[in-house]
């Protein structure tokens, strides 16, 4: 079952400490862009299924991205799409959307999206797996 708008971006905005809505909504856009650049198939479109429909949307029509990004270029890339971002702050919003998405997906699903990941994005779902 997907979440709700309201839900979804309360959890963001909680968890980056976001003072708006709005602020969670920017974060939440940018990086599930960039997220779904980096995930194809049925993980993402399993994905897509848990999230509110207008981040659904974004995540399956992704921005481009010509390679996977390493953890540190994905934040980097972030901190690009945001306006006044810096990537201390971009790494905070990164983790914020990412881990709300880890709840929406639940475990399995989350463990499916992290073999389509370069290294160390489980670290940015806020879910550190054991090497």
Same mark, same amino acid.
């Given at each position: 079952?997907?979440?709700?708008?309201?839900?979804?971006?309360?959890?963001?905005?909680?968890?980056?400490? *976001?003072?708006?809505?709005?602020?969670?909504?920017?974060?939440?856009?940018?990086?599930?862009?960039?997220?779904?650049?980096?995930?194809? +198939? +049925?993980?993402?479109?399993?994905?897509?299924?848990?999230?509110?429909?207008?981040?659904?949307?974004?995540?399956?029509?992704?921005?481009? !991205?010509?390679?996977?990004?390493?953890?540190?270029?994905?934040?980097?890339?972030? !901190?690009?799409?945001?306006?006044?971002?810096?990537?201390?702050?971009?790494?905070?919003?990164? !983790?914020?959307?990412? !881990?709300?998405?880890?709840?929406?997906?639940?475990?399995?699903?989350? +463990?499916?999206?992290?073999?389509?990941?370069?290294?160390? *994005?489980?670290?940015?779902?806020?879910?550190?797996?054991?090497?």
């Amino acid at each position: 079952m997907a979440w709700r708008r309201e839900a979804f971006l309360e959890h963001v905005r909680e968890r980056g400490e *976001y003072e708006t809505l709005n602020e969670a909504e920017r974060a939440a856009r940018v990086v599930l862009a960039l997220l779904g650049a980096h995930l194809v +198939g +049925g993980v993402r479109a399993q994905l897509a299924a848990r999230l509110p429909e207008e981040f659904s949307l974004i995540l399956l029509n992704p921005l481009q !991205s010509a390679e996977p990004l390493t953890p540190q270029r994905f934040v980097r890339a972030t !901190s690009a799409w945001i306006d006044g971002a810096t990537e201390a702050t971009a790494a905070w919003d990164v !983790s914020a959307v990412l !881990s709300t998405a880890a709840d929406a997906a639940g475990e399995d699903l989350l +463990g499916q999206i992290l073999l389509q990941l370069p290294v160390g *994005y489980d670290l940015l779902f806020g879910r550190p797996r054991p090497t």
